[in-house]
Nanobody
Framework: QVQLVESGGGLVQAGGSLRLSCAAS????????TGWFRQAPGKEREFVVG????????RYADSVKGRFTISRDNAKNTVFLQMNILKPEDTAVYYC?????????????????WGQGTQVTVSS
């Protein structure tokens, strides 16, 4: 089992920044890639960004490239999502997820464990 706890969400004005954290625990948590997904009201959950177990490989959704940056501290079993130049369309619940392997993926089906989510609201 892997447990994931997100933090860092909140309310911010357009153009502002937030930093999300995802703390992982569990026997295999350190061997997995990690992804961030988001779900806005009335919409499907979508991929935002992913990072491999080693941190050497990352993938970003086109909508966040150049604005969001993912990183990880494996010593602390924590993944970070730095979100800059936030837009109202970034408003959603953001979920951290642990993949079934060390390789990052853009597909929900490749993630075995999910956090409870953290709300990000960007006002215009």
């Amino acid at each position: 089992q892997v447990q994931l706890v997100e933090s860092g969400g909140g309310l911010v004005q357009a153009g502002g920044s937030l930093r999300l954290s995802c703390a992982a625990s569990g026997r295999t948590s350190g061997s997995r890639a990690t992804g961030w997904f988001r779900q806005a009201p009335g919409k499907e959950r979508e991929f935002v960004v992913g990072i491999s177990r080693s941190g050497s490989s990352t993938r970003y959704a086109d909508s966040v490239k150049g604005r969001f940056t993912i990183s990880r501290d494996n010593a602390k079993n924590t993944v970070f999502l730095q979100m800059n130049i936030l837009k109202p369309e970034d408003t959603a619940v953001y979920y951290c997820a642990a993949a079934g392997s060390q390789f990052t993926s853009i597909y929900l089906r490749d993630y075995d464990y999910w956090g409870q989510g953290t709300q990000v609201t960007v006002s215009s």
